[in-house]
């Protein structure tokens, strides 16, 4: 008998992952059993391709929302497990797992009701602050993923420890921070560092499929006092 996880679906489902259609992509993972697709693409977070762990971050988002609809315990279920990954006692680092507690709320408004306060504990000092700079840049993306499509949840304490990474060392959290804001719909031009206008550091923005590069600045610019930016 064959294991449900066994070494052909994992295969197949990377396979999948490489396809650049991701409508068909995301139509050719959804006939795999989610039980079996759910501990595949975990695995996907932990390898070191960045488009193909992000690609799996996206179909993470996909299955949550599929199983919130039929199954809202389960994906419960899901949403814990996720949030054990980044427990220091679960003996992982927790790679992809802020980026995919993001994607699944911005498809799931329930489990959004439930879960998006402690997606943005992570950022806070006096809540479930995470340390790792690297996990940041995850927890930093994740929020920005949820306030594209909820930016009303945006409060003020949240706002103001996003806009502290603007002044971070790290391009990639500057530009997440950024993007965050301007998602959230509470970039102020008036507000942020004069730098930010200016930052021509590049950063690779993942828009749901594929990376582009772009710069910091050029995220601010282009929101033009408008919100959104993928």
Same mark, same amino acid.
């Given at each position: 008998m064959k294991k449900p996880y066994g070494r052909q679906t994992k295969k197949k489902v990377h396979e999948i992952l490489q396809n650049p259609l991701q409508g068909e992509a995301l139509t050719l993972l959804a006939l795999i059993p989610d039980e079996q697709l759910v501990g595949h693409l975990f695995s996907h977070f932990y390898i070191t391709d960045e488009l193909i762990k992000f690609r799996s971050i996206t179909a993470m988002g996909e299955l949550g929302k599929r199983i919130a609809a039929d199954r809202m315990e389960k994906a419960r279920i899901l949403m814990r497990r996720i949030m054990w990954n980044l427990n220091d006692e679960?003996?992982?680092i927790g790679w992809g797992s802020c980026e995919a507690m993001g994607q699944i709320l911005s498809k799931s408004p329930e489990l959004a009701m439930e879960f998006k306060s402690i997606l943005f504990s992570y950022l806070d000092p006096k809540g479930n602050f995470i340390e790792h700079e690297t996990l940041q840049q995850g927890v930093l993306w994740g929020i920005g993923t949820y306030l594209e499509v909820a930016p009303q949840h945006l409060n003020r304490i949240t706002e103001g420890l996003i806009s502290a990474h603007l002044h971070s060392f790290d391009p990639i959290?500057?530009?997440y921070a950024v993007r965050a804001l301007v998602n959230g719909g509470?970039?102020?031009?008036? #507000?942020?560092?004069?730098?930010? #206008?200016?930052?021509?550091e590049q950063i690779e923005i993942f828009t749901g499929w594929n990376f582009v590069k772009t710069q910091i600045?050029?995220?601010? #610019?282009a929101?033009?006092?408008?919100?959104?930016f993928a």
């Open positions: 679960s003996g992982g959290k500057r530009g509470r970039f102020n031009y008036s #507000l942020v560092p004069e730098a930010i #206008l200016t930052d021509s600045s050029d995220i601010a #610019l929101c033009d006092g408008k919100r959104g």
